[in-house]
């Protein structure tokens, strides 16, 4: 039986407000445990909290980006359980009426563009973290620097169908909050981070089948994993004739691999109600309106610009303008007159391998744009061969040197000098009589062998278009 797997994500996104989501401390990474607590996000009795202006205008930027509408009487909501890390022993969130609803956002792969709905967005507070490294080896410590840190939280519709498709979306939420400003997207720190919710049915079903959200994927490359295992696990299940429980899954980095955490909760366990501390969320058309005319370019928007301006395909686009640093990479490179074409083929090709090899990304390269612009023009003006390119460019990435001090020090420069070419091809037409005869009768693809022998002799470093003049030249001679 063939199975198709249906998958839907909530992403939470970190703010980038300087306070918290309803009080004064600061928003902030890295203090002392404890060091940005107040009795608002410490949840003391009687402590009331107060909406945050920019976290809300936040939360329109992105609805507005990403095709929502936008409430005019959203509502915050308490979300009801216990754990050590949340002091209230509920979490400030929104339920039935959230700020941004009914959107979506176009993704990009290999099989082409396709639309993925957006549930909805709300915002919400971030609970604090347990430390289980402290003095005492058997104590759990509570930190509640992080209690009350602002969240939206972005459900998408049950529209991804595969691993690829759901990490496109999450680089192109990151890609919205990242132009934006308003989350800076560091994953490994949190700052995004994504739960996925996934199921099997038999093909041609209409209906959903059971699924299960396996949370703690911090990563792009985690996301896939994690749904490529569930599919998996899931798959082998129904085919062992097991049930698909509703379950709370947890991935495991170090092993690639999911455990059970818990069953799952549906929403009425949460026993939601509206926050009575917190008035509606009112604002008029106007603040929409003028936050609206304020958004930067956005990643769709600069696509079809890059499509136009520079000529490059979609799928170049969209590859380049879904990562902001990216982008800005390219920009910076082309206005120093570099190819477009080329440069979207190194930075989507060969550094993206690199990247991907050493689990490092364009934040790390050791190439800058100028450097890149200058390997090319060394291609454009014949020091170098494209083949010798890629060797230099790799040394460029491991050591951040000038490309051609690479080439001096290497002795990668490109031999054009007609006359060291023509003596290399005597040379080698002189060591292979027998070939030459054949060629000689008639045999006309034995010229690429001429060719690559020549190449060889001069160590790869013989200009392509010389050698290949001489060679024709000299082998028709006789
Ligand atoms: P909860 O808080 O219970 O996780 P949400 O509404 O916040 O519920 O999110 C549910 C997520 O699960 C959404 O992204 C939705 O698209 C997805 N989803 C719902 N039903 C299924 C299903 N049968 N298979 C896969 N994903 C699903
Ligand atoms: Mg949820
Ligand atoms: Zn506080």
Known sequence: MQFEPVIGLEVHAQLSTNSKMFCSCANQ????????????????PGALPKANHKAIEYAIMLGLATNCQIRFDSEFARKNYFYPDLPKAYQISQFDKPICEHGWVEIETKAGTKRIGITRIHMEEDAGKLVHEGQDPNASYVDLNRAGVPLLEIVSEPDIRNSEEAKAYMEKIHAYVTYLGICNGDMEKGNLRCDANVSIRPVGEPKFGTRTETKNLNSFRNVALAIDFEIARQTDAVLDGAKIVQETRLWDGN????????????????????????????????????LKAKLPELPDQKRDRFIQEYGLSHYDASLLTVNKAVSHYFEEATALGANAKAVTNWINGDMARLFNETKTQIEDSKITPAALAKMLARIED??????????????????????????????????????????????VIAANPGQLAEYRSGKDRLFGFFVGQVMKETKGKGNPAVINQWVKELLDQG
């Open 255 to 290: 092993l690639n691999q999911s455990r059970s955490l818990r069953t799952k909760e549906d929403s009425h366990d949460y026993r939601y109600f509206p926050c009575p501390d917190l008035p509606v969320v009112r604002f008029t058309p106007g603040l929409v309106e003028s």
């Open 382 to 427: 014949g020091t170098i061969s494209s083949k010798i390119a890629k060797t230099i460019f790799e040394g460029m990435f491991q050591t951040g040197k000038d490309p051609d001090q690479l080439i001096d020090e290497q002795g990668l420069r490109q031999v054009s000098d007609e006359g060291a070419i023509r003596e290399a091809v005597m040379k």
């Open 29 to 44: 990474f890295g203090s002392a445990p404890n060091d940005q607590v107040c009795p608002v996000c410490l949840g003391l």
